[in-house]
Nanobody, 125 residues
């Protein structure tokens, strides 16, 4: 059982930066693929970024490429999401998630067995 707790959300103006953190406990963190998803009001949850177990390869949805960076520190059992050049359309609740395996691609939410409670990111124009 993996317990995930996100932090770092807040209210910022367009163009600003935020760094989200997700602290994991209760499992072998380094063996899990980790990802960030987000859900805006009235919309379905969408995949944002992912990083493979043991670090290294990263993946991003097109709308955040070049602006967001996902990373992990396995010694600290933490995954991060650095968000730069934020836009109002980035406003959402951001969730981190952990998966032991991916079926083909990292964006399938059903592959992720463990989820955090979410952290709100609001970007004003």
């Amino acid at each position: 059982q993996v317990h995930l707790v996100e932090s770092g959300g807040g209210l910022v103006q367009a163009g600003a930066s935020l760094r989200l953190s997700c602290a994991a406990s209760g499992g072998s963190f380094s063996s899990y693929h980790m990802a960030w998803f987000r859900q805006a009001p009235g919309k379905e949850r969408e995949y944002v970024a992912a990083i493979v177990a043991y670090g290294g390869t990263t993946y991003y949805t097109d709308s955040v490429k070049g602006r967001y960076t996902i990373s992990r520190d396995n010694a600290k059992n933490t995954v991060y999401l650095q968000m730069n050049s934020l836009k109002p359309e980035d406003t959402a609740v951001y969730y981190c998630a952990a998966a032991q395996t991916w079926v083909g691609v990292p964006s399938r939410s059903n592959d992720y067995a463990y989820w955090g409670q979410g952290t709100q990111v609001t970007v004003s124009s």
